[in-house]
């Protein structure tokens, strides 16, 4: 795949039509008002029948799962899941990233964490009756969902400095702890509690345990969204939970049983994250250069376009390679996933990082180029500015993903 | 409730038109876009079939080059087929060549209750092709229509008029050109987008559709582009300096043009 094909362009080109009108116009009011992204988000899935879509891919996976279960308890061998059927194209998700965060990367985040990483990790790891509870409607947005591992003193070292709890309390639990910069916190329906199971033993050998939590559940309280440099269309806050009691129901799979002390689960979770990440950069940096280009042409100084001047065009001629790389890396992604293929951690990783990076820098630059308007909010790229430099943050920091890389370039 | 709708595939407004210096005549060899005017007869179209409680919608047009991109823009929003109608000898035709061509592919069409036409392009707009249309086609036809309602083998229409509107019943089959705006066009879905491409295109050369090259292209139309020019420079306005008795001169001005 080098370019995208008429169909993916006609998506495109839909999706462009949609956030040009229900988007663009009131971008001022999700970044600055008070309305949430979640209704406006919902539009968008149903308009385009990605809501349909997703319930019905969610309704065939459930129905093997069942056939393969029976299969098992029948003590004969599960049938082999069946290839993802032709139709399936991955860029159907990831061109409504990219359009979407020319305008505003704080809705994709929004979504994302909402149907990818909570809906994904109850949909890996939880039992076929946890995943109908919870993961229709967190896939069509009905309801909105939250991820949360992140706490005020643990962040890169999500798991060794990890305080919050889970005890054993008869057949329940009772959960305790706070998280911070928790997407979607504040307004979470469904939020997906990542926590250690406190036998009284020592915290680096405690099990990681995630449950499944409902908004107005006792002893849980959600914060009013942090301020925060940018991303203000994704609302996010802290998480307080005191003595919240939940059943064996709430627990994702429903057992203390799980691989690798549970270690393994958030790492596929933080995998497809990272391949999102290089889809939001795409966007980013593809905006701020149709935006360069146009300001270049026009912006008269010394009696020239200011196009004319090398430095600005060493500007221009930079970010469209970042935009043709990042651009390689999303097409390489969509054709992997199509061949069945998919990304090691590491590479993941990899794309994660240089598009994050890519994207800053990119955006960075339409701000210099733009002067003091650069600066100035009625500019687009001083919101897109902001926005593009938690890419290098969330989802595991520029310096986790060099970790990480490293550690598979130097496995023995 | 079978229906079909003309839809007409034009160069993207928001491109920068070329006229071609030999035949004096817009270009039309980059890719061409659904007309949004025919964009509320696709939608119409699909809501009297849902009202209906089924039937096709199909699609019919005439374009360059085999072009098919307008088409796939109706299909993905939900009409069942299309008929394409392209001819090297279709160069130049003229509204009435036009309309031939488009009887002639919806007569390819079995069991039409209903043809739906803008009431007139974007580009071309001689607002005259459903008229002749409906002519060659021998049906009854109602034009402007901004509401249809289908009932016991009748369409009840809303005209459109300078003043409000008319309600008009005509009996089925016939031809109704739609206003714009009457609808909102819906986007296509992912779903739609994907199963376009597989949709039945039936694609004609001149010769299927029975009709001669001499009735048709240049020669059909019998007219011939002798020149093209520059719309004139705006002259310069008058400038009146208000000296006290500015607005008696503006009305001594209007008076003069007998416009007051
Ligand atoms: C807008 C936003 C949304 C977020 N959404 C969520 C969410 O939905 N759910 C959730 O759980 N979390 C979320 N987070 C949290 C995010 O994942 C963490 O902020 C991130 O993992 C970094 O953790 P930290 O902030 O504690 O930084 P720290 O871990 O304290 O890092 C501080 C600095 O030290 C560096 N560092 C740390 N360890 C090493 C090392 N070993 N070697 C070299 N350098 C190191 C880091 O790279 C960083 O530069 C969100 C954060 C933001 C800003
Ligand atoms: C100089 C010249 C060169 C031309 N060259 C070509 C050519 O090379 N190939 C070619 O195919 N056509 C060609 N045409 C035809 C032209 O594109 C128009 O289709 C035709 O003139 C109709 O005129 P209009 O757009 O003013 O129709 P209007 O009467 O304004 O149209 C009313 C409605 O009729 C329907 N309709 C009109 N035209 C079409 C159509 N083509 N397909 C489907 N529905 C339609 C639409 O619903 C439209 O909104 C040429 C015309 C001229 C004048």
Partial sequence: MFRWNDEQLMVRDAVRQFIDKEIRPHVEEFEHGDTPPYDVLRKLFATFGMDSMARDRFKRQIEFERTAADAVARGETPPEKPKREGGFDPSMQMIPIIELCRVSPGMVTAMGVSMGLTAASINSKGTIAQKERWVPELLTLEKIGAWAITEPDSGSDAFGSMRATARRDGDEYLLNGQKTFITNGPYADTIVYICKLDEGNDPAERKILSFVLDAGMEGLEQSKPLRKMGMHSSPTGMLFLNDVRVGRDRLIGETEDVPAGGRSGAKDTFAMERSGVAAMALGVISECLDLSIDYAKNRVQFGQPIGQFQLIQEKLARMEVARLNVENLVFRYIEMVQAGVSLSFAEASAMKLYSARAATEVALEAVQLFGGNGYMAEYRVEQLARDAKVLQIYA???????????????RE | MNIVVCAKQIPDPAEPGELDPETKTLKRDGKLILDESDMYGVEMALQLADNAGGGEVTLVSMAPDNKVDGIRTGLAMGAAKAVLVSDPALAGTDALGTAKVLAAAVGKVEGADLVLTATESSDGYTGTVPEQLAELLGLPSVTFAKHIEIADGKVKVQRQTDAGYDEVECPLPCVVSVTAGVVEPRYPSFKGIMAAKSK?????????????????????????????EDAPEREAGEIIEDDGTGAEKIVAYLENLKLV
């Fill in chain 2, 200 to 228: 039945p295109l039936d694609q004609l050369a001149l010769a299927d559709t029975g009709l001669e090259a001499d009735q048709v292209g240049w020669a059909g139309g019998g007219q011939e582009i002798v020149g093209v």
């Fill in chain 1, 396 to 410: 595991g920091t520029d310096e986790q993903q060099i970790i990480a890389i490293a550690k598979d370039l130097l």
